[in-house]
Structures are given as C-alpha cells and as structure tokens.
C-alpha cells in the first residue's frame, strides 16, 4: 500500500517538474544572428532556351554554337545540360568545315575552354570523316579539340576505321593524331618504298 501511494504522489510532482523545463526552454531568448546565416546561391543567373551563338572575324562567320539550354554563373562559366552543337565554318564563312556535338556541355571562361561529353561525335564535311568518343575538350584560343588517353576514339574515314585512345586534333578535323592507335592499319606499300 506504502510503495502505491508514492508513485501517486510522485506522478504530480514529476509533471509539475516537466511542465517547468518545457516553460524555461520556450521562453528563452534566440540570438538572431545565429538564425539568419547568409545563404551563398551557387546556381545560374540566367537561363537561354533554344541559344544560337556566332562568332566571326571580319564579317565572316567563323565558328556558330547551338543548344537548346544555356545556364550562365556569375564568374562567366557556361553549362549546357541538354547538349550543344558547335559547326566550325571556312574562312569565307559560306561552307560547313566541321561540326562536333555532344549530349552535355560546360564552357570555362577562365580557361577559355569547352568540354562536352556524351556521344560526342565530330565531322568534317568535306573530307568525308568523322569521330566518335565520349569526351572532347575545344580550346578556343588554340583552335585545338583533343581528350586524354583515357577515351577511346573511333575515326571513320572514305577507306578505314581507326581506334584508338586518346586525340589531338586541329578544329576543323583536317590533322588529328590518335595517341594510342589500336587495331589493324592499313599501309600504302607505293609511299613505304625506299626512294618515295
């Protein structure tokens, strides 16, 4: 009977106790400083759909960039999530000498330099070849389109099929150099003569 009575004269004091914290903590007052930290926004400035972008020199189109979506931060770099199309023109600027396009793009302005990624699939018009890899690197200043060894490169040309890992290329796909070739090659046993 002793040990009933003292759980029922324990159940309000406990309550009353509980009631006391939760009072003292609501009633405390919040540094309003410590609430409100600066949020850092890292996102796009500005969003472009259906982007078409053209470069020349002297009135002549010399490289044009299309993507369906263009996001811009605020230290100049570019994204291009949904792809991007970038067709290389002659020095007149009246024929296509290149294209090269890929599934996603990201432009760096410090560096002046793109890489896109994602089936990315170069062409020259007029020499009939194209390439296939996954990743490409287009330095603008340079006129340069390469990757690293890492990316395995596939070059269809009128009369062969090269692969190989790694390219370095001129922009308009006129020279490349596979860094790695692989595969069967063929030779032109007439410019391998002695005296040719």
């Given at each position: 009977?002793?040990?009933?009575r003292?759980?029922v004269?324990?159940?309000?004091?406990?309550?009353?106790?509980?009631?006391?914290?939760?009072?003292?903590?609501?009633?405390?007052?919040?540094?309003?400083?410590?609430?409100?930290?600066?949020?850092?926004?890292?996102?796009?400035?500005?969003?472009?759909?259906?982007?078409?972008?053209l470069?020349s020199?002297?009135?002549?189109?010399?490289?044009?960039?299309?993507a369906?979506?263009?996001?811009?931060?605020?230290n100049?770099?570019?994204?291009?999530?949904?792809?991007?199309?970038?067709?290389?023109?002659?020095?007149?600027?009246?024929?296509?000498l290149?294209?090269?396009?890929?599934?996603?793009?990201?432009?760096?302005?410090?560096?002046?330099?793109?890489?896109?990624?994602?089936?990315?699939?170069?062409?020259?018009?007029?020499?009939?070849?194209?390439?296939?890899?996954?990743?490409?690197?287009?330095?603008?200043?340079?006129?340069?389109?390469?990757?690293?060894?890492?990316?395995?490169?596939?070059?269809?040309?009128?009369?062969?099929?090269?692969?190989?890992?790694g390219?370095?290329?001129?922009?308009?796909?006129?020279?490349?150099?596979?860094?790695?070739?692989?595969?069967?090659?063929?030779?032109?046993q007439?410019?391998?003569?002695?005296?040719?």
């Amino acid at each position: 009977m002793a040990t009933a009575r003292l759980t029922v004269c324990c159940r309000p004091l406990l309550a009353l106790l509980l009631s006391a914290g939760l009072l003292a903590a609501g009633c405390q007052k919040k540094d309003p400083a410590a609430s409100k930290k600066p949020v850092v926004y890292k996102g796009p400035l500005l969003e472009t759909t259906n982007v078409l972008t053209l470069y020349s020199d002297s009135a002549r189109l010399q490289i044009k960039y299309q993507a369906p979506l263009e996001q811009q931060f605020e230290n100049g770099d570019k994204l291009y999530p949904k792809g991007i199309d970038v067709t290389f023109y002659t020095k007149g600027g009246t024929e296509v000498l290149n294209t090269l396009r890929g599934n996603y793009g990201r432009f760096d302005k410090a560096k002046n330099l793109y890489f896109i990624r994602g089936d990315v699939r170069v062409s020259n018009v007029q020499k009939q070849q194209s390439m296939k890899t996954e990743e490409m690197y287009f330095d603008q200043s340079k006129q340069l389109i390469y990757n690293d060894t890492t990316q395995l490169v596939r070059i269809q040309t009128p009369t062969e099929i090269l692969t190989g890992y790694g390219l370095t290329a001129n922009q308009d796909f006129s020279r490349y150099t596979i860094l790695k070739p692989e595969g069967v090659f063929t030779i032109d046993q007439a410019t391998t003569q002695p005296g040719n």
